[in-house]
């Protein structure tokens, strides 16, 4: 009930063409201040044109035509697009504003705000490198692509680097490992996990764990919703909407990942190692625990390396919160943490600056203690990836 | 702030400053609104979004796609310029009525008149 004595404000606004961020929501004034944030999945532009300097022979050429294809007016020929968008090009009626890529300058710009302390980039364009069917083209891409941000984006206050991995080249994919480790802006591997083949906790792809866990760098899988490949769990024909691919292909994909790596006992040969999963909400963690552990009961036998049920070793993977669901009751995340022992495992994560980018009003929503807050907002992801502040 | 049968009016803008396809957004104590002008018509709806609190005062007014007994289930494009689209992520709310198009959920919406030549919010 307003009071006759509550303060007026009249502004005189504009519509938004961009996707408002967490700096245009006022509501939390000084409340941010307390808590060091470290986003850790952002991602800046790094369209094909930006790999071109970077790739040399063939793989250039290769590259200088895949950038002269005129793909629908989208910006600088998006690798996503070419690949699936374009089915679900119009679906959302241009509702939504439009997601710009962010420059450089945009990211910086977003940090000097101060609610964003640090910020982990991930790639986006290169995301379908894992089930690219050339091994070696999406090798160099990934080569490429950590070069540019390297040079691009090492030594920038507050900016972390995952270098990405093409799990269809282990041997480069180790390589590129062995090469970016020693930078301290690097802080972990990123493995795009959609439509991997056979799944990653497969013997061939253990050089990539190992070199890792040598090197002191977590593992972060972080999918992507343009589920064009031909391969389980989900494929592009299975859906008429991008809403039905967007939906389940990042959790199936991660549930189908997390099982295949544990049940074959990688962390049990490589118990250093840290891994977490990126954009893939973070209402399913129980769900795939619990459900492991029925099943290992029974087949245990199958499964001899593991020396614990599936959950115990799950409850040690960190996740990052994008898109965080909201749960019915404000009571409802404390719970759920609960159920996946993830007080100290869950990384408060934006995806921005794409559409569907989280802002830390969706966290805030949530009844927490303070210290939970805290660490979800900023203090474990500084445990998982190791860094100084 | 005046006060007239126990509701209290919050003077906003004089109308010659307020045209069509003007927006405000108003801030009562910590209430938001969000008040618009389209097409000559007033509207005022609650002003944060009830997903992650984007403000809907800089959403942009679109139509949208229904699909209903009415239209024999087919899909149709419906309430153009009269749909509130969330700057968030898009969630969409009936400027009229304050429902949100696919959910069981509703707005508070507000009465507009214009009262010595200025647009009033009925709080
Ligand atoms: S904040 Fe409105 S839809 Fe997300």
């Known amino acids: 009930m307003a009071n ?20 245009d929501l006022d509501i939390y004034g000084e409340e941010l201040k307390k808590y060091t944030i470290v986003d850790v999945d952002v991602h800046v532009d790094d369209t094909l044109q930006n790999m071109l300097p970077y790739m040399d022979g063939h793989f250039g050429k290769r590259l200088e035509a895949v950038l002269a294809a005129d793909f629908m007016g989208e910006p600088h020929n998006s690798l996503r697009n070419m690949i699936a968008h374009v089915s679900w090009l119009g679906a959302a009626y241009d509702k939504h504003p439009r997601a710009k890529l962010a420059t450089k300058e945009d990211l910086l710009e977003r940090m000097e705000y101060g609610i964003i302390d640090y910020s982990i980039l991930f790639p986006s364009e290169l995301l ?34 995952a270098i990405v991995v093409s799990p269809k080249s282990v041997e480069h994919a180790v390589s590129e490992i062995e090469k970016h480790a020693s930078n301290d802006d690097v802080v972990t591997v990123s493995i795009p996990d959609v439509g991997v083949n056979p799944p990653l906790g497969d013997e061939k792809y253990w050089p990539i764990y190992e070199a890792a866990e040598a090197c002191n760098l977590p593992v972060s899988l972080h999918g992507i919703e343009a589920l064009i490949h031909d391969n389980y769990p989900l494929r592009v024909s299975h859906f008429p909407t991008l809403m039905q691919v967007h939906s389940m292909g990042f959790p199936f994909t991660s549930m189908l990942q997390v099982m295949s790596v544990v049940c074959e006992g990688v962390p049990v040969r490589y118990p250093n190692l840290k891994f977490c999963v990126m954009e893939a909400g973070i209402t399913w963690v129980p769900f795939i625990m619990h459900r492991l552990d029925t099943a290992y009961r029974q087949y245990r036998t199958e499964l001899p390396a593991l020396e614990a049920q599936p959950s115990e070793y799950i409850s040690k993977w960190y996740w990052g919160t994008h898109e965080l669901e909201k749960l019915p009751k404000k009571g409802d995340l404390s719970k759920l943490l609960d159920l996946y022992q993830g007080h100290n495992t869950t990384m408060w994560a934006s995806d921005w600056p794409h559409l569907e980018r989280d802002l830390i009003a969706g966290l805030m929503y949530y009844d927490l203690d303070d210290d939970v807050r805290a660490k979800i907002l900023g203090k474990n992801a500084i445990d998982f990836y190791g860094f100084t502040t | 702030m005046k006060e007239r049968n126990g509701k209290r009016r919050v003077a906003v803008a004089p109308v010659d400053e307020f045209p069509p396809g003007a927006r405000l957004e108003i801030k009562v104590g910590n209430r938001s609104i969000a008040v618009f002008n389209v097409k000559g018509e007033y509207f005022a709806i609650f002003g944060l979004c009830p997903h992650q609190s984007a403000p809907l005062s800089r959403g942009r007014l679109q139509g949208t796609v229904v699909c209903n007994e009415h239209t024999n289930w087919e899909k149709e494009w419906a309430h153009d310029g009269e749909v509130l689209v969330c700057p968030g992520h898009a969630m969409e709310f009936d400027l009229r009525t ?15 008149i214009v009262e010595d030549d200025w647009v009033t919010v009925i709080l």
């Open chain 1, 4 to 23: 006759s004595k509550d303060s007026i404000d009249v502004k005189r606004v504009e519509a938004a063409f961009n996707p408002v961020q967490d700096q």
């Open chain 1, 128 to 161: 379908p490198i894992g089930y690219l069917p050339d091994p070696k083209w999406a090798a160099a891409l990934a080569s490429a692509y950590n070069e540019y941000m390297v040079d691009a984006y090492s030594n920038v206050a507050g900016v972390k680097l």
């Open chain 2, 98 to 112: 304050g429902k949100a198009f696919g959910y069981g959920m509703k707005l508070r919406t507000y009465d507009v």
